[in-house]
């Protein structure tokens, strides 16, 4: 009998188990199945940005095997519509150059599916290691103070951008986002997070202010006494 149940298991169940897991992934690959926010108003997800986290969903890549860290760089996102209803620019700034990407709302009655129209230019373009994209953009998400951009290209690029309109947003927040992707099945193979660095410079700076305060007291009481 367990004998029986042990070979029905390694004839149905496990290989079974195996090919959906590689079937959903291989579906992400070709930018299928990803879902988009319904009833989006454009006019109200324009403007500044703050990049909080850039998760990678590539699984055929060895760059990425589901390290996190932190990078003290903070790209701002200025979306804007480009002329008509249907054009979209997003304008990318850090530290270390700008890029400006232009995109197609393809369909008016699915505005948060963007085709990318043309090629990107700004600084960070003339650097070596800097991939074209083409390919489209899934607005996943888009409440008030943050949203989920998913940036697809057939085989070629998967990652989600979370911004938000502040410098930071709430653990909770990033939470239910990863735990949404988790219930996808779209896996997160990298966890880049920005825009940390401000809050504990501030932190930093406030404890210098204090112990400088501190000395500088107890050397004015000493000469002073
Ligand atoms: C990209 O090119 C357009 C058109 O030439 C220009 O207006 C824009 O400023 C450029 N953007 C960047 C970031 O260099």
Redo the contacts with the bound molecule.
């Keep these: 009998m367990y004998r029986l149940f042990l070979v029905l298991c390694l004839c149905y169940g496990l290989p079974g188990y195996a090919s959906s897991e590689e079937t959903t992934t291989s579906v992400y690959e070709h930018c299928g199945n990803l879902q988009q926010q319904e009833n989006i108003q454009i006019k109200l997800i324009t403007g500044t940005w703050y990049v909080i986290e850039i998760l990678q969903h590539k699984t055929n890549d060895k760059l990425y095997n589901g390290e996190k860290f932190e990078v003290p760089t903070c790209p701002s996102v200025f979306l804007t519509l480009a002329g008509s209803d249907t054009d979209l620019k997003l304008?990318w700034n850090e530290d270390t150059g700008?890029?400006?990407y232009l995109f197609k709302i393809k369909d008016q009655s699915s505005p948060g599916f963007w085709l990318s129209s043309g090629s990107q230019?700004?600084t960070l373009v003339q650097v070596t290691t800097y991939d074209q994209f083409a390919g489209m953009v899934y607005v996943r998400k888009a409440i008030s103070n943050h949203m989920v951009l998913t940036f697809c290209s057939p085989n070629t690029q998967l990652y989600s951008v979370v911004l938000a309109r502040d410098k930071t947003l709430d653990a909770k927040e990033l939470k239910s986002i990863v735990n949404h992707m988790h219930l996808q099945k779209l896996p997160i193979t990298q966890t880049k997070r920005t825009c940390r660095s401000s809050a504990s410079t501030a932190r930093a700076t406030a404890w210098m202010t204090t112990a400088f305060c501190l000395m500088y007291l107890a050397w004015y009481l000493r000469v002073h006494k």
């Design positions: 304008y700008d890029l400006e230019n700004g």
